[in-house]
């Protein structure tokens, strides 16, 4: 990695301190935080060749002092100056931001302010990442502001304009040194911007572009913090709770350590095999049974990242799969004409990856028709089961608010669907982490009504009762009219009759969505999906994920933190800012009296 983080000139001072840190080739750093602040999540690959993460920087905001977002024109080129590379950090870095706001009486009463939990007895590099990318600052003293870290000041009247000799659009960063002295295991680093007033600069404000956070190891090449606190002992494992504590554990015996690793070992060892010889005998069973759900089991592999399970296929003489699908529920598609319709499945076409494989765009029957086109991964017996119930299931259903399945393919061991194109995707992209501009809120009610209409036609309006299993904002996808359909039927189940109000069954779904009663009796009902919704209306309502396990731990679930929200009468203050003072006071009341019912 180049030497971007290096200080051995005495330059960089210790806040609050006179005395330098060196940064010098004897030093280890960890980095604990890496924002992007007022954007978006940028994965490795999209970095400056460095392949690091930069996520999003809300999380990390006090209260509901969120501030405004703001981003370059999509006309705008960054341009690093000589003495800065551009491999310190991405163009996307740079090109958004998190300033106050507009309002200057608001301003000079608040801070814009961020909060990270660090460990004790260390001392942090803190970089920030400036760029004044607001089209009408471009000199001089037009916003000026202090900068404070750990309730301290480590600048006055920083102007990104000056430091950047009076250019805009142009990247800057500064850097910091903070020492966190000793007491807690954990403490709260604050990171804090006010408007400068001394100046009486033209605007009352503060701009951020970027943080990164890095523990520096200390004499003796130390970064270890304190001991994690043990995790509860559960019955059945509750992810928020599994998260690990930044509370203090101490170890009072080596050889208790040394013990409990080796029966730890041991255990593990028995444990391993004996899934072993579990997954031994389910294979051989499975070429006596074309499909097996495998047996009700703890925390099962299907909850994690994909939302699919596995299942088992036999495959014929010319590769296809066999299955019990009649030839004429759907249109048949040969392999030649998928590859035409995708240009060979060209990675310009590419709409996204889902649970089952990548979605390109394509188009059939001589150009005339646009669909979208979901290919499991070849030779692969991930997600059979899946890849034939749901084209049992929308072969079977009509309805305006589901997706429309336009046919499959199963030759060459291939594992293709075939859909209606929607032209605005995922429900998703429209909430949270996009360029994408925020829905209204009538839209989203739309939406909102659109969904229940297809899941209450899914419970009420068929034979028999079907559950969808898996409700969530990726799996609601909006066409060319913003008209919601319900997609990926994957994992759906038939309720047998009326009189058998449950459907005992492994869980399969989402974590953030799953319905808790579901998690711990295994029993699915309708009840299920209705919670999902529930959960779906808060993302909604709240612009954020369903489970963020970097927020803290009480925050983590928005189903549970929402719901706490709400009995203390506070929901108004997490809900996305985009929306505040933009829906009546009845029409709020209704839709949280909803979102109640359903979680």
Partial sequence: MPDIYGSTDGSLMIVGQSTPLEIGNSTALENVYRLNVGGNDISPSKDTGLYRSWYDDSPYLYRVALGVTLAA??????????????????????????????????????????????????????????????????????????????????????????WADQQDDVPVYKDYAVLVPSGSPQQDLWLELHPDASDQPNYYDAILNGIEIFKVSDSKGNLAGPNPTPLPRQ???????????????????????????????????????????????????????????????????????????????KTNTTGSYVSSLPSNLCRHFSFAEIKAATKNFNEALLLGVGGLG??????????????????????????????????????????????????YCEENCEMILVYDYMAHGTLREHLYKSQKPPLTWKQRLEICIGAARGLHYLHTGAKHTIIHRDVKTTNILLDEKWVAKVSDFGLSKTSPTLDNMHVSTVVKGSFGYLDPEYFRRQQLTEKSDVYSFGVVLF???CARPALNPTLPKEQVSLAEWAANCHKKGILVQIMDPYLKGKISSECFKKFRDCNEVCV
């Fill in 358 to 407: 990548k979605v390109y765009t394509g188009e059939v029957d001589g150009g005339t028709t646009k669909v979208a086109i979901k290919r499991g991964n070849p030779l692969s017996e991930q997600g059979v089961h899946e890849f034939q119930t749901e084209i049992e299931m929308l072969s079977k259903l009509r309805h305006r608010h589901f997706v429309s399945l336009n046919g």
């Fill in 73 to 162: 024109d999509p006309n705008t080129t960054i341009m690093y100056p000589t003495h800065i590379p551009t491999y310190v950090a991405p163009v996307n870095v740079y090109s958004t931001a998190r300033s106050m706001g507009p309002n200057p009486q608001i301003n000079v009463n608040y801070n814009l302010t961020w909060i990270f939990s660090v460990d004790s007895g260390f001392t942090y590099l803190v970089r920030l990442h400036f760029c004044e990318i607001a089209p009408n600052i471009t000199k001089n003293n037009q916003r000026v502001f202090d900068i404070f870290l750990y309730n301290q000041t480590a600048m006055n009247g920083a102007d990104v304009v000056a």
């Fill in 235 to 313: 019955d059945v494992i509750d992810p928020p709770k599994a998260r690990p504590s930044s509370g203090n554990g101490k170890t009072k015996n080596h050889k208790v350590i040394i013990i409990g690793v080796v029966s730890g070992g041991i255990a593990l060892a028995l444990v391993v095999g004996f899934f072993l010889l579990a997954a031994s005998r389910c294979r051989r069973h499975g070429k006596e049974s074309s499909a097996i759900e495998g047996p009700s089991g703890w925390l099962p592999l299907s909850l994690y990242g994909n939302s699919h399970s596995a299942g088992s296929a």
């Fill in 539 to 541: 993302e909604i309502l």
